[in-house]
């Protein structure tokens, strides 16, 4: 069968490594960036679609981080950690991963005034109001969290 018969994009998927803050929908980058004030390259969700992909593909480690850098700045509130983890899992699930053990370092959460144990069980939240969503429309997917540290931060 040839690959454009969508028997990749039907078979179930099995995810082991991916990253929380690193695939956001960029119109969920723009909501969350107006909600708090933060600045991105552009206001046009088209453009910051194509700005994320051509940052992610430049061969550049530095321009590569700093997409990160705009994720997580966009996610240092309770509800912004809820939405995108939420919103991680639906995509997922629409994308026919049965199965994703999801990384992120919380302490990367915690410029708005969040403590730690507030960033997990937001995110855990998130996860579980997207597993429910996905198990209703037909998608289950089972979920998995894996919490990291930064080796060089301070705390």
Not at 17 to 22: A, P, Q, R, T
Not at 135 to 149: C, D, H, K, Q, Y
């Amino acid at each position: 069968m040839a690959l454009a018969d969508g028997v990749i994009g039907k078979a179930p998927k099995v995810l082991l490594h991916d990253h929380l803050d690193g695939g956001l929908r960029p119109q969920t980058v723009l909501d969350l960036a107006r909600e708090c004030g933060y600045t991105l390259p552009t206001t046009d969700v088209d453009a910051l679609a194509h700005w994320f992909h051509d940052a992610a593909l430049s061969g550049s480690l530095e321009t590569y981080l700093e997409t990160f850098a705009h994720t997580v700045g966009v996610m240092q509130t309770r509800e912004s950690l809820v939405r995108v983890a939420r919103e991680c899992v639906e995509d997922l699930a629409a994308d026919g991963v049965v199965y994703a053990e999801v990384r992120y370092a919380p302490e990367l959460h915690t410029a708005g005034g969040l403590q730690l144990p507030e960033i997990v069980e937001a995110v855990l939240e998130g996860f579980e109001s997207g597993s429910q969503a996905a198990a209703e429309s037909g998608t289950p997917i089972v979920m998995r969290v894996l919490l990291t540290a930064i080796r060089t931060a301070a705390n």
